[in-house]
């Protein structure tokens, strides 16, 4: 038999055994509970912050589309513009035949080879 310090036999048996073993699995089953609110709760924020960055994100490239659109358009006038400045440099130099007067020859000349080479540049705006 065994004994406490003061000899006296110690009082141990199934019940007690098992009534030490419910109180250790109520115990763990509580701070499991404790733990799997926790891990809950951080899962909610996670999800609303996600939710939250989604809606902003989706916001930006709302944005970014409207800009894009605009910038096309803003493109579309520009080349519209280069098209027509094009066309009317092309009917100038096309109807060209010499200088005014042969002493402006080199600045007619200048201008006529500056036109040429801005239709050149431009090929590809017709």
Known sequence: MITDPDGKPYAHNAEQSE???????????RAHHAQLKDANAR???AEAELTAAKERLRS???DDYASIKNLQRELATE????RVLRSA???LCDEQNGPPLEVNR??????MDESRLALVVTE???
Do not use: F, Y
């Open 19 to 29: 009534a030490a073993k419910r109180g250790r699995m109520i115990e763990n089953a």
């Open 43 to 45: 899962a909610e924020r």
């Open 60 to 62: 930006e490239a709302m």
């Open 79 to 82: 080349r519209e513009k280069v």
């Open 89 to 91: 440099l092309e009917n």
């Open 106 to 111: 080199g600045q007619w000349q200048l201008a």
């Open 124 to 126: 590809g705006a017709k």
